[in-house]
């Protein structure tokens, strides 16, 4: 149903090696009408050391790349803001799972 749909939808896939990532794609969906490969963040972070400030650029890029509408899943901002909040917390766990 459509109470049933989720606020957003994250995917990422990488290689980790390290505190960095190669071979790095990350689609966004739910939150959009179809889903979005995020180029311009995986730019940001594929290669680079991952760090705190580095996934803080990112989640911005993330969000400046995508219009994200309010909806009865939750407003543009609260999107925007789990966008960032999921996006460094699932590229950290990619990171420890090496």
């Known amino acids: 149903s459509a109470h049933d749909w989720p606020a ?4 990422i896939s990488g290689v980790p090696s390290g505190s960095r990532l190669s071979d790095l794609r990350i689609v966004l ?16 972070l594929q290669g680079a050391e991952i760090t705190d400030a580095l996934l803080r650029e990112a989640g911005q890029a993330a969000v400046e790349s995508v219009e994200l509408a309010s909806d009865s899943q939750g407003t543009a901002e609260y999107k925007q803001q789990i966008l960032r909040i999921y996006l460094a917390r699932v590229t950290k766990t990619i990171l420890s799972a090496e």
């Open 29 to 44: 969906s739910a939150a959009v009408d179809r889903p979005i490969l995020l180029e311009r963040v995986a730019d940001i």
């Open 8 to 11: 957003l939808g994250l995917a």
